[in-house]
Protein backbone atom coordinates (compact mmCIF):
# COMPACT_ATOMS: atom_id res chain seq x y z
CA UNK A 1 0.00 0.00 0.00
CA UNK A 2 1.32 3.12 -1.09
CA UNK A 3 1.08 6.44 1.51
CA UNK A 4 -1.95 8.02 -0.85
CA UNK A 5 -3.87 4.86 -0.06
CA UNK A 6 -3.15 5.28 3.64
CA UNK A 7 -4.24 8.78 3.49
CA UNK A 8 -7.51 7.53 1.86
CA UNK A 9 -7.65 5.05 4.76
CA UNK A 10 -7.37 7.83 6.94
CA UNK A 11 -9.93 9.73 5.37
CA UNK A 12 -12.96 7.23 5.56
CA UNK A 13 -12.28 7.73 9.30
CA UNK A 14 -13.28 11.45 9.61
CA UNK A 15 -17.26 10.39 9.38
CA UNK A 16 -17.08 7.79 12.45
CA UNK A 17 -15.33 10.54 14.70
CA UNK A 18 -16.78 11.00 18.05
CA UNK A 19 -16.76 14.83 18.39
CA UNK A 20 -19.49 16.66 19.56
CA UNK A 21 -17.64 18.92 21.30
CA UNK A 22 -15.30 20.14 19.03
CA UNK A 23 -16.99 19.33 16.17
CA UNK A 24 -13.15 18.56 14.65
CA UNK A 25 -12.98 15.21 13.10
CA UNK A 26 -9.58 13.75 12.46
CA UNK A 27 -8.63 10.41 10.88
CA UNK A 28 -5.77 8.57 11.09
CA UNK A 29 -4.20 4.95 9.46
CA UNK A 30 -1.61 3.00 10.97
CA UNK A 31 0.30 0.17 8.24
CA UNK A 32 2.02 -2.12 9.98
CA UNK A 33 5.52 -4.01 8.60
CA UNK A 34 3.11 -6.92 7.41
CA UNK A 35 0.63 -4.55 5.85
CA UNK A 36 -1.85 -4.79 8.05
CA UNK A 37 -4.12 -1.16 8.58
CA UNK A 38 -5.06 -0.09 11.69
CA UNK A 39 -7.47 2.83 11.59
CA UNK A 40 -8.34 5.72 14.23
CA UNK A 41 -10.72 8.40 15.16
CA UNK A 42 -10.73 11.00 17.47
CA UNK A 43 -13.27 10.11 20.29
CA UNK A 44 -14.35 12.56 22.90
CA UNK A 45 -16.09 12.72 26.37
CA UNK A 46 -18.20 14.98 28.09
CA UNK A 47 -15.41 15.15 31.13
CA UNK A 48 -13.41 16.63 27.54
CA UNK A 49 -9.85 15.80 28.90
CA UNK A 50 -10.46 12.00 28.76
CA UNK A 51 -10.79 12.26 24.44
CA UNK A 52 -8.47 10.32 22.74
CA UNK A 53 -7.17 11.34 19.12
CA UNK A 54 -7.35 9.79 16.22
CA UNK A 55 -3.27 8.62 16.03
CA UNK A 56 -3.71 7.43 19.67
CA UNK A 57 -6.79 5.91 18.59
CA UNK A 58 -5.41 3.81 15.94
CA UNK A 59 -1.71 3.38 17.90
CA UNK A 60 -3.56 1.39 20.79
CA UNK A 61 -5.97 -0.77 18.25
CA UNK A 62 -2.74 -2.22 17.13
CA UNK A 63 -0.47 -2.35 20.33
CA UNK A 64 -3.52 -4.41 22.07
CA UNK A 65 -3.71 -6.47 19.21
CA UNK A 66 -0.01 -7.83 19.37
CA UNK A 67 1.72 -5.40 16.73
CA UNK A 68 5.10 -3.82 17.38
CA UNK A 69 6.20 -3.25 13.89
CA UNK A 70 5.48 -0.21 11.75
CA UNK A 71 5.73 1.32 8.28
CA UNK A 72 3.68 4.31 8.31
CA UNK A 73 1.28 6.66 9.71
CA UNK A 74 -1.36 9.22 7.75
CA UNK A 75 -3.50 11.79 10.05
CA UNK A 76 -6.00 13.91 8.20
CA UNK A 77 -8.13 16.80 9.59
CA UNK A 78 -10.26 19.93 7.83
CA UNK A 79 -6.91 22.07 8.20
CA UNK A 80 -6.21 24.60 5.76
CA UNK A 81 -2.52 23.19 6.71
CA UNK A 82 -1.64 19.41 7.18
CA UNK A 83 -2.80 18.62 10.62
CA UNK A 84 0.09 18.99 13.25
CA UNK A 85 -0.83 15.70 15.73
CA UNK A 86 -0.85 16.96 19.51
CA UNK A 87 1.94 16.75 22.29
CA UNK A 88 0.18 14.00 23.77
CA UNK A 89 0.23 11.75 20.46
CA UNK A 90 3.92 12.45 19.52
CA UNK A 91 4.73 11.48 22.99
CA UNK A 92 2.95 8.24 22.31
CA UNK A 93 4.35 7.55 18.68
CA UNK A 94 8.21 8.21 19.94
CA UNK A 95 7.49 5.11 22.58
CA UNK A 96 6.07 3.36 18.80
CA UNK A 97 7.64 3.88 15.95
CA UNK A 98 11.17 4.22 14.96
CA UNK A 99 12.91 7.39 14.86
CA UNK A 100 12.96 7.68 10.54
CA UNK A 101 9.11 6.21 10.77
CA UNK A 102 6.58 8.64 8.20
CA UNK A 103 3.95 10.50 8.99
CA UNK A 104 1.62 11.71 6.27
CA UNK A 105 0.11 14.60 8.05
CA UNK A 106 -2.57 16.05 5.75
CA UNK A 107 -5.12 18.93 5.15
CA UNK A 108 -9.09 19.21 4.02
CA UNK A 109 -7.62 19.18 0.36
CA UNK A 110 -5.46 16.10 1.11
CA UNK A 111 -2.55 17.92 0.77
CA UNK A 112 0.26 16.59 2.61
CA UNK A 113 3.39 16.87 3.92
CA UNK A 114 5.72 13.67 5.29
CA UNK A 115 7.30 14.36 8.98
CA UNK A 116 9.63 11.83 10.89
CA UNK A 117 8.98 11.28 14.68
CA UNK A 118 12.14 12.69 15.36
CA UNK A 119 10.98 15.78 13.67
CA UNK A 120 7.42 16.17 15.51
CA UNK A 121 9.19 15.22 19.23
CA UNK A 122 13.41 15.94 19.40
CA UNK A 123 15.38 14.89 22.38
CA UNK A 124 12.54 12.95 23.35
CA UNK A 125 11.95 11.76 26.39
CA UNK A 126 12.30 7.60 26.32
CA UNK A 127 13.09 3.93 27.77
CA UNK A 128 16.79 4.68 28.36
CA UNK A 129 16.25 7.82 30.04
CA UNK A 130 14.07 5.91 32.77
CA UNK A 131 16.83 2.93 32.84
CA UNK A 132 19.71 5.25 33.95
CA UNK A 133 17.47 7.46 36.42
CA UNK A 134 17.43 3.85 37.81
CA UNK A 135 21.18 2.90 37.89
CA UNK A 136 21.71 6.01 40.48
O1 LIG B 1 -3.73 15.70 15.70
C1 LIG B 1 -4.80 15.80 16.30
C2 LIG B 1 -5.27 17.02 16.82
C3 LIG B 1 -6.50 17.02 17.49
N1 LIG B 1 -7.21 15.88 17.60
C4 LIG B 1 -8.53 15.90 18.25
C5 LIG B 1 -8.59 16.09 19.73
C6 LIG B 1 -9.98 16.69 19.89
O2 LIG B 1 -10.94 15.62 19.85
C7 LIG B 1 -10.18 17.52 18.65
C8 LIG B 1 -9.91 19.00 18.85
O3 LIG B 1 -8.68 19.21 19.46
O4 LIG B 1 -9.28 16.99 17.70
C9 LIG B 1 -6.78 14.69 17.08
O5 LIG B 1 -7.47 13.66 17.15
N2 LIG B 1 -5.57 14.69 16.46
ZN1 LIG C 1 -3.19 13.88 19.90
Excluded: W
Excluded at 119 to 129: A, G, K, R
Amino acid sequence: MNHEQLIKEATEMLDRAYVPYSNFPVGAALITEDGKVYRGCNIENAAYPVSCCAERTAIFKAISEGERDFQAMAVIAHTSRPVPPCGSCRQVMSEFFNKEMPIYICSKNQEYKEVRVEELLPFSFNQEDLSKGQEK
